[in-house]
């Protein structure tokens, strides 16, 4: 069965300093992946996704970027963080159509980063 | 493109019903709904294809009209663990990123 990780689950960061967060999937091939922001009491933004290794689409110009330098790993990352990044992160996993000829595209969540910036 | 969901909270007893709605003014490949509890990541709970597939938990029940692009969600006999955010998600296209609304709040009392 699938699986999805993400690591630290909590992170405590001072404005300006530098960010990683790791997604990973276990159980699964050529998933596609993507990063939401959830702020406090508010919904689910889409931050990025990507099809394939290398490959991301940006779905909101800030000062997050997201990379993906193996199949079933997606990191997001910033230089410099704004209080305004403070946030749920989550990764979410979807089966991508090399996954097989199912045509269900069910979306899973990862147990999500708390990133406060202070 | 954000799909809008009506109503924006519900306050309901345990035992009565509740729907909740979902419209998206594009053509719809999917809909996806799923219910976040405080603090925790969105948990699954049912898909709906256009062509009428449809998959998800044995409880919940779901329509998708693809004539109006329209979802609803049905939750009867509610429970307490029924508490929680709803959000439904579309995808346009089989291999596509989903888009979720902004959720409805559901508060389920004793």
């Known amino acids: 069965s699938q699986t999805i990780h993400q690591w630290p689950a909590t992170l405590v960061q001072p404005v300006g300093s530098p960010l990683s967060l790791e997604c990973t999937v276990e159980?699964?091939?050529?998933?596609?992946l993507y990063w939401y922001r959830q702020a406090a009491g508010r919904g689910l933004q889409l931050l990025f996704y990507?099809?394939?290794?290398?490959?991301i689409s940006s779905e909101v110009p800030q000062n997050l970027s997201a990379s993906r330098p193996q199949d079933r790993q997606f990191i997001l990352s910033s230089k410099k963080l704004l209080l305004s990044d403070s946030g749920f992160y989550l990764c979410a996993w979807m089966g991508g159509l090399a996954g097989g000829p199912s045509s269900y595209n069910e979306q899973f969540f990862g147990p999500g980063t708390r990133l406060t910036v202070l | 493109q954000q799909p809008v969901q009506s109503p924006q909270a519900v306050i309901l007893r345990e035992g009565e019903d509740a729907v909740i709605n979902c419209s998206s003014s594009?053509?719809?490949?999917?809909v996806h709904w799923y219910r976040q509890k405080h603090g925790e990541a969105p948990v699954f709970l049912m898909i709906?294809?256009?062509?009428?597939e449809q998959k998800g938990h044995e409880k919940i029940s779901a329509s998708f009209n693809e004539k109006k692009q329209q979802s609803s969600l049905y939750l009867t006999a509610s429970q307490l663990s029924y508490s929680g955010t709803y959000f439904c998600g579309t995808g346009i296209r089989r291999d596509d990123k989903i888009i979720f609304g902004k959720g409805t709040r559901l508060h389920i009392l004793p």
């Open positions: 709906l294809l256009k062509g009428g």
């Open positions: 159980g699964t091939s050529n998933p596609n």
């Open positions: 990507s099809v394939g290794i290398g490959q």
């Open positions: 594009k053509a719809l490949y999917s």
